[in-house]
């Protein structure tokens, strides 16, 4: 059992090129964090510097209480689940499982009872004697998982595990993970660039970019509450709108103007709201937040569908607003056509607004 | 398509097929024919049935000798060959500076030919030698470890390019995976690098194998057999049986036949031991 302990870490490659600037990160024991963003945003990279497998190039790394940053992989108490899996292609499952133990000279009874145990709990006690090559993607992820199960480490490390897989059984692996989690009761970290993972597995999720963090934070605070545009577009799917708008005054208080349309801004914004008067800001929707209209009443607009696109539950509405690209969510109870027009209304309660040059939130 | 590729393939098959019966399955026939024979042309030939065979064996000791020699040479320089290959391959493939420049120089040996080689070395190793008052010619100890030498030199950068083709191929990943699973950097070496290349060993099992065991050229330019023949190799005997002495036409060409059914059964020996521990991926 261990907490994790980044401090002002900074990677700089051979080649010059720095990765990781100044990253700060606290993660308690027994806590499942995501860390997510796109490729290239030093994910993987701070993934792979836990473990030990690349060096620290500046800053101190704490696992437990233990200053780490000179400390071998083997000696961190750690096991790390690859993309690819990583099993060793020439030996069985039950060896490949049991390899780590045997390397720290576990006695060969408490092997064979770990593996076991742990093959038991993932369902692949009939696979132990196959070789790798003989498993489907599923049961292979299961066979990497098995084998850093066995070690009992204090700290799971697992990098992208389910990008491999297709889209039923990364569903199916995403839960047997987070049981696996509530089971072991052990830090997990878990690197993806799926939000969906990132949503649905963590307790908290970190959102990195250009090997910054942008948020971290618990997934509803991230999906209510983003803090700039980058989380706020990256985090949900369809993706947040973002509307370009300038900040009117009026006496019954602020309103958002582009185009021909004024939307009215909740009032519990106004003190926020005051230092950008007549000036450009990003408004932010989620889909869902913008409604059909019951009826036509003053506050409603009408938005030209390009497309409406059936997903079972749901409509994603493509259209215009105004010139601009918006997608709507909508439920799927009425039906909607393609190139028609309705009458939309927009939920001021759950919009976000951002600072056109910072991107940061100003209020929501 | 494949229908036309059925209907058609002996069409394709043809030249190639012509090109080795001629040049290769006649002479072969032809040749195991001619070493029941006493002959001195293709056509002047008397069946003799097995006795060049015998004579072979016994009434020529140069044979024995040489297939002796050889077998004593194979073992030792397919060992070291393949030792210090592999060795260099795990030295070469690390992120060290100027590798390309030494997998360059350490396969040019290659590009020279068998006896410009044997007469480099004999010049370089009698060099030596001579300040000691010694030649190569010395004694047949001073000519094997000159010929394992040789080889060694020539075969190394051959083998290390292959081992290194096959160490870049093991994902990065493995490694990693057992670097976290506790393996020291030998373990890792025995459990995952050397089964991971076991493709590699089969091949160049196989190449230094059959390359020793048919050296000629290198045997002839650096020692030609020299002391008293005690340095012959089972190719160079053959030649010196069949070229030297007259009416021996036959047992050179049985002890031919002989050399054949040796390197055959060994390389199919070996690869199929060797093949059995390769990884399927």
Known sequence: MASISLKNIKKTYEDGVTVIEDLNLEIKDKEFVILVGPSGCGKSTTLRMIAGLEEITDGEMYIGDKLVNDVSPKNRDIAMVFQSYALYPHMNVYKNMAFGLKNRKVPKDIIDKKVHEAAKMLDIEQYLNRKPRALSGGQRQRVALGRAMVREPAVFLLDEPLSNLDAKLRTEMR?????????????????????????????????????????????????????????????????????????????????????????????????????????????????????????????????????????????????????????????????????????????????????????NLICD | MEKNMKKYFPIFLLPTLVSFVIVFFIPFVMGIYLSFTRFTTVENATWVGIENYIKAFTQDENFLNALWFTIKFTIVSVITINICAFLLALLLTRALKG???????????????????????????NSILGIFGYDITYSADYGFWGLVFLLNWQLIGYMMVIYIASLQNIPSELNEAARIDGATPFSILRHITIPMVMPAVTICLFLTITNSFKLFDQNLALTGGAPARETSMLALDIFNTFYGRIGWQGVGQAKAVVFFIIVALISFIQLKITSRKEVEN
């Open chain 1, 175 to 359: 839960s047997r993970i987070s049981m696996l989690h509530k089971e072991l009761q052990t830090t997990f970290v878990y690197v993806t660039h799926d939000q969906t993972e990132a949503m649905t597995m963590g307790d908290r999720i970190v959102v990195m970019k250009d090997g910054k963090i942008m948020q971290n934070d618990t997934p509803q605070m991230l999906y209510n509450h983003p803090q700039n545009m980058f989380v706020a577009g990256f985090i949900g799917s369809p993706q947040m709108n973002f509307i370009y708008c300038k900040i009117v005054r009026n006496t019954d208080g602020y309103y958002a103007q582009f185009e021909n349309y004024n939307i009215k801004l909740p009032d519990r914004m106004n003190d926020a709201l005051s230092l950008y008067t007549d000036k450009e800001v990003v408004l932010g929707i989620r889909p869902e937040n913008i409604h059909l209209a019951k009826d036509t009443k003053k506050k409603s607009f009408e938005m030209y569908i390009d497309i409406a696109e059936m997903t079972g539950s749901d409509y994603y509405l493509y259209g215009k607003l105004g010139g601009k690209n918006i997608i709507a969510n909508v439920p799927s109870n009425m039906q909607i056509k393609s190139d028609t027009t309705c009458s939309m209304l927009i939920d001021t309660d759950r919009l976000h607004i951002f600072d056109k040059v910072s991107e």
């Open chain 2, 99 to 125: 590798t390309a420049f030494f997998r360059t120089v350490f396969f040019m040996p290659n590009l020279i030919g068998g006896i410009v080689l044997g007469y480099i070395w004999n010049l370089l190793i």
